[in-house]
């Protein structure tokens, strides 16, 4: 069970379990599908997920305007349920980072999820004093958000050992896809209460092994219930269930991966009927034989049945986007 309390400093014993990482529906004038919000809040709800991640990178947040970053968390926050909104503050400049996250808080996001600033490849002294500077203007728990393809920042063990001993530093998203860093985060945060997430569906297995708290992953976006029960059957010791589950995780998550992110993932979602597959600008959509070929891998694996044409995938969408 993931609380939304703030100001515990137990919090980040309360964060674990599948949280996907949400896709952002957008019209194709690039303002928000709210009607595609609601409808993915509602699906990956219903299979379960013990929170929600939004405008991070699967939601295309670095390439959001202002004014559809604060309409998606207001309707995530309504959408949600009971279940805690995680917003992702993705931003280059940090007086913009903690404004949007003070923002975030106000409006009832139960944690906020922050990239160090990027652009310039800082040192690690500089990424101490960003998160230390974090925690003492925000009141309330704070997510490193840890993707060095992205950002060129890349953290060492020692150094989230040290961010993890600060209040209201509950937790880390792993996605360097680097298993060796990943092992030792967890090894050095052990005795802490700091939750460790894998990136990715492909990795909870040895992640949860490890100690890892679970995953905050774009694939929880198409196929939440395959690891919702993945994460259960791990936590439950079933090695032959959570065996079986993790090899479709993997071949759904190896399939989309052969195209480009983050519009793959809104695409899978098209192909299933959930949503349009309209990217932020400038990324550009997928091509007739991407879209084809991801049909076809998706389906020999059961998850799509019936596939969209080509040209619809790009015009769906709710009443707010007619």
């Known amino acids: 069970m993931i609380s939304a309390a703030r100001s515990e400093r137990d919090a980040g014993e309360a964060w674990a379990g599948i949280i996907p990482a949400l896709v952002t529906p957008l019209c194709p004038d690039g303002s928000l599908d ?12 219903s299979h379960g997920v013990h929170a929600i991640s939004i405008l991070g990178s699967t939601g295309e947040g670095a390439l959001l305007p202002d004014a559809v970053h604060a309409e998606a968390l207001m309707v995530a926050l309504r959408s949600g349920g009971r279940r805690p909104i995680i917003a ?45 500077e974090a925690v003492r203007v925000l009141r309330g728990p704070i997510f490193i958000y840890h993707i060095p393809a992205f950002t060129k920042v890349q953290l ?3 150094i989230v050992s040290k961010l993890a001993e600060l209040p209201g530093l509950v937790g880390i998203k792993d996605s360097s896809r680097d298993l060796d860093f990943h092992r030792r985060v967890i090894e050095q945060t052990r005795d802490r209460s700091f939750a460790v997430f894998a990136g990715s569906g492909d990795i909870l297995v040895a992640s949860m092994g490890w100690g ?4 905050i992953a774009a694939s929880a976006n198409l196929i939440p219930d395959t690891l919702v029960q993945l994460w259960n ?14 090899r479709r995780v993997h071949a759904v998550e190896e399939i989309c991966r052969r195209f480009p992110f983050p519009v793959n993932w809104k695409t899978s979602l098209a192909l299933i009927g959930l949503m349009n597959a309209v990217p932020a600008f400038p990324v550009q959509a ?37």
Do not use: W
């Open 212 to 215: 890892g708290a679970g995953a």
């Open 34 to 45: 709210v009607e595609g919000l609601e409808r993915m809040i509602g699906y990956v709800s």
């Open 156 to 158: 060492e063990p020692e």
């Open 88 to 132: 992702g503050v993705l931003n280059a400049v940090p007086r913009d980072v903690f404004a949007a996250a003070r923002r975030a808080f106000e409006c009832g996001a139960a944690a906020v999820l922050l990239t160090p600033p990027f652009y310039y490849r800082l040192d690690q002294a500089a990424i101490v004093a960003f998160y230390r």
């Open 233 to 246: 059957a791990q936590r439950a010791g079933d090695t032959d269930g959570a065996g079986h589950l993790h």
């Open 286 to 322: 997928m091509t007739p034989a991407d879209v084809d070929a991801m049909r076809s891998g998706l389906r020999e694996l059961g998850v799509l049945r019936e596939g969209s044409s080509y040209n619809s995938l790009f015009q769906k969408g709710g009443r707010d986007c007619e």
